[in-house]
């Protein structure tokens, strides 16, 4: 993974602050490419563990069946009203599936910590729930870039 920058170095965020930051973000857009090359972007939610991204997707999406033919993703996360305010990352790579499609809740071991950590944050309770739709999509990143545009403001 590439976690440094060319440009924008007094305003990229730490690992610290970027794990923190996207903890406790919400709602990711993310991109996927379609068999002419054009993007298809739409918003999800997620948790990150501290080296990948995982995003609960419905299995009978654009988004699926478009990463099924080219696994190429790229996931942004931003925030800010004022310019004064922006901070983001995105993230890019490849998506793995991760587990039945659609998940059903059998054992596997690398759905563990994404199961314990999605359901507190976004429902409140500690049991992942499975609907029979929706399915896990890892994106380890190959590059990261964030910003923080606080820190020119000296906000931070």
Known sequence: MTDTQRRGRRIMMTPEERDAYLGEQRTCRV???GPDGAPHIGALWFVWDGGSLWLYSITRSLRWSQLRKDARIAVFVDDGEGY???RGVELTGRAEFVGE???TGEPCPELVEPERMFPVKY???TEMPHDGRHAWLR???EKITSWDFRKLAGLT
């Open 123 to 125: 429902f409140g309770i």
């Open 84 to 86: 004064e305010e922006l």
């Open 139 to 141: 994106l380890t990143p």
């Open 101 to 103: 499609a659609p998940r």
């Open 31 to 33: 991109a996927t490419l």
